[in-house]
């Protein structure tokens, strides 16, 4: 899940470079952040592939909250309290995360960090498309260490990120995004009636 939450925290940093029109990689960067706080909602949809397999994902994030859903589980956060469900154990995992560990899944504070830790420059690229790339500054201590976006020039939207994600290449298909309206905060709490039997472990 750990993996799942950093990878679509990246997705969701290419979700506001849809919305630029700069041509700096650092600009599109400073407008990124300002685009993605103000959105009401943002969703995307997105299939992760690797040499040896491959899963499928959603996301919603609305200010500070976000809910993700895969097949091996989901996590809701509310702003203070994060809940991490794994479909294996039928467990759910209660705590209020520190913000060294949110910004490890949260994608307004992974933004951040993109902005802190990685160089950024535009990429040629093939007739269609633009791509950004990242690179890890040296020094510093982080699990992606380098990625590259491809956007669709007509619609400005990400096709495809490829990372490498602790030294092994992660191919990312964006199948849709969306921006939507403002949603309550049950959107992002556990709800235990859509879960029976599913067994709470309060880490807080």
């Known amino acids: ?18 919305m630029s029109g700069k041509e700096t990689a650092n600009e599109v960067v ?3 952040v300002s685009k993605i706080r103000s959105a009401p909602s943002v969703s ?6 690797s040499s040896s397999n491959s899963t499928t994902g959603e996301i919603t994030v609305s200010g500070k909250r ?20 794994s479909a294996d154990t039928k467990e759910v995992n209660i705590s209020e995360p520190t913000t060294e560990e949110v910004a490890e ?21 093939a007739a269609g498309t633009k791509c950004v790339e990242f690179v890890l500054n040296k020094g510093k201590m982080l699990n992606i260490t380098k990625a590259v976006v491809t956007f669709s020039s007509s619609t400005m939207f990400p096709s495809k990120i490829n990372l490498i994600l602790d030294g092994k290449p992660l191919t990312v298909t964006v199948n849709s ?9 049950s ?17 807080r």
Do not use: C, H
């Not at 976000?66 to 469900?85: A, I, N």
């Not at 959107?187 to 880490?203: A, K």
């Open 66 to 85: 976000f809910y993700l859903t895969s097949p091996v589980g989901s996590t809701w956060y509310d702003g203070q309290t994060l809940w991490s469900y």
């Open 187 to 203: 959107s992002f709490r556990f709800n235990r009636n859509l879960f029976p039997g599913v067994e709470l472990i309060d880490l």
């Open 177 to 185: 995004i969306k921006s939507g309206k403002t949603l309550p905060d």
């Open 44 to 49: 995307a949809k997105f299939t992760i592939s």
């Open 30 to 32: 400073d407008l990124a």
């Open 105 to 125: 899944i949260n994608p307004f504070a992974f933004i951040t960090t993109l902005q802190q830790n990685y160089s950024k420059r535009l990429l040629k690229s």
């Open 1 to 18: 899940m750990k993996i799942l939450n950093q990878i679509t925290a990246l997705l969701f940093l290419v979700i506001a470079f849809s």
